[in-house]
């Protein structure tokens, strides 16, 4: 049973589209993230996300954009691709609690050409 | 500002022993990670520090030390299956929703 799934896992496209990355988990949490790890393997926060409020990371493009239809899927959006949108994307949940461990999901490989 | 230092790549021998340091300079502190993560795959999790001392779960063990913003993923025994990069990450305040921040994470190579 896959606790965090995100599709697709690699996403090449042009420079100026748009696309979305979406994600699902089954684990019952009610947090939700999204992370950006560059060629460098240097994983930054993009988003966190509950059903309470959006927490933007200051540095990450108007570009960008979560979409929630409900407490188990967060999608990204992302209009006019850029060359260096391109990295792997991963999708994280956790549950608020003692530790607030996040679970990763599989990734997804965006290479904007 | 947040920063979370690690070193970039460390090598040891399989059967041995191996520490991973991590220092941390975090605005706030509310619990430290430690994630596993072989090439192409997700980070997954491997412990939780929140207070001083040791935290033990098999072969691995952690440390933290918050006074001096310090913490070392202990791995014993070592296996060539852990070669892997080690990510150490901060979460600087409660509730979890505003994420983790990462260190750069250490490249772990393991040698027969």
């Known amino acids: 049973d896959t606790a965090v799934s995100q599709t697709p896992k690699y996403l090449v496209t042009q420079m100026g589209n748009d696309k979305s990355i979406k994600c699902e988990q089954n684990l019952g949490h009610d947090t939700m993230y999204w992370y950006k790890q560059d060629s460098k393997k240097f994983l930054k926060i993009m988003f966190s996300y509950n059903n309470k409020e959006l927490i933007i990371n200051e540095t990450v493009p108007n570009r960008f954009s979560p979409k929630s239809p409900d407490k188990a899927h967060l999608n990204l959006h992302i209009n006019s691709l850029e060359l260096g949108d391109s990295a792997v994307y991963f999708c994280?949940?956790?549950?608020?609690?003692?530790?607030?461990?996040?679970?990763f999901g599989p990734g997804t490989r965006l290479t904007v050409l | 500002g947040q920063n979370i230092d690690q070193p970039t790549e460390m090598t040891a021998t399989e059967g041995a022993i191996v520490q991973i340091n991590c220092t941390y300079q975090?605005?706030?502190?509310?619990?430290l990670f430690w994630y596993q993560q072989h090439a192409g795959e997700a980070p997954t999790f491997l412990s939780y520090n929140v207070l001083d001392g040791l935290e033990e779960k098999g072969r691995f063990s952690s440390f933290l030390s918050r006074s001096k913003g310090y913490s070392y993923l202990l791995l014993k025994e070592l296996q060539m299956k852990d070669s892997a990069s080690y990510l150490c990450?901060?979460?600087?305040?409660?509730?979890?929703?505003?994420?983790?921040?990462f260190g750069k994470g250490t490249h772990l190579i393991i040698q027969p």
């Open positions: 975090t605005s706030g502190f509310n619990g």
């Open positions: 994280a949940s956790s549950s608020q609690g003692k530790s607030d461990t996040q679970y």
């Open positions: 990450a901060v979460r600087d305040r409660g509730g979890g929703a505003d994420g983790l921040t």
